[in-house]
């Protein structure tokens, strides 16, 4: 199974500062015949579901402010948050489909400095 | 619109199987490239995922929970049902059903229901 890191496990961001979140997977989730990243990123808020941010590591999902950005290749990614606002308060994950069983990373609480 | 709704017992006793539906409106699961897959998540913790079964019956397990799970499809009913034997309490969590589409992430999920293990 690919294991996926997060880091941290909680993060206090100011409001209207830069929130970063990192995940790294134990192998590439790099697929080379398309040179796509397997990898999504999902926001939970509480009592919800989870809510796909982002996918193929850096396209946003429809609907999905333009604060929220996606990089990385490989087996290292990124979430970046540009300015902090209050409703994005909530937790972070990061999961591979690269291959089955898909995994997710442990989540990042994201708080209010 | 695509909409998930997860339902069984709220309830379970230790050594039982718990049986899981998910009912879904929206998309067709005989649609080439079309999966459904289970997903929970126990309280204060991480997501984990469960299994998938696609459009073609093709099915996927985690492998620490297989020999446990069993995925299944009803086409005409819209909906995929999941057992899980010999339930313990570390398996007390929230169960979501979730769709995606080909090679895809998770795009639509359930609102999941809570199930807890306990004599």
């Known amino acids: 199974d690919i294991v996926m890191t997060q880091s941290p496990d909680s993060l206090a961001v100011s409001l209207g500062e830069r929130a970063t979140i990192n995940c790294k997977s134990s192998?590439?989730?790099?697929?080379?015949?398309?040179?796509?990243?397997?990898l999504a990123w999902y926001q939970q808020k509480p009592g919800q579901p989870p809510q796909l941010l982002i996918y193929?590591?850096?396209t946003r999902e429809s609907g999905v402010p333009d604060r929220f950005s996606g990089s990385g290749s490989g087996t290292d990614f990124t979430l970046t948050i540009s300015s902090l606002q209050a409703e994005d308060v909530a937790l972070y994950y990061c999961q591979q489909y690269y291959s089955t069983p898909y995994t997710f990373g442990q989540g990042t609480k994201l708080e209010i400095k | 619109q695509v909409t998930l709704r997860e339902s069984g017992p709220a309830l379970v006793k230790p050594t039982q199987t718990l049986t899981l539906t998910c009912t879904f409106s929206g998309f067709s699961l005989s649609t080439s490239a079309m999966c459904v897959s289970w997903i929970r998540q126990p309280p204060g913790k991480a997501l984990e995922w469960l299994a998938r079964i696609d459009w073609d019956d093709d099915k996927y397990y985690s492998t620490s929970l297989k020999t446990r799970l069993t995925i299944s499809k009803d086409t005409s009913k819209n909906q995929v049902v999941l057992t899980m034997t010999n339930m313990d309490p570390v398996d007390t969590a929230t169960y979501y059903c979730?769709?995606?589409?080909?090679?895809?992430?998770?795009?639509?999920w359930g609102q999941g229901t809570l199930v807890t293990v306990s004599s």
């Open positions: 192998q590439s989730v790099l697929y080379s015949s398309n040179n796509k990243n397997y």
């Open positions: 979730a769709r995606s589409y080909g090679p895809s992430p998770n795009d639509y």
């Open positions: 193929w590591a850096s």
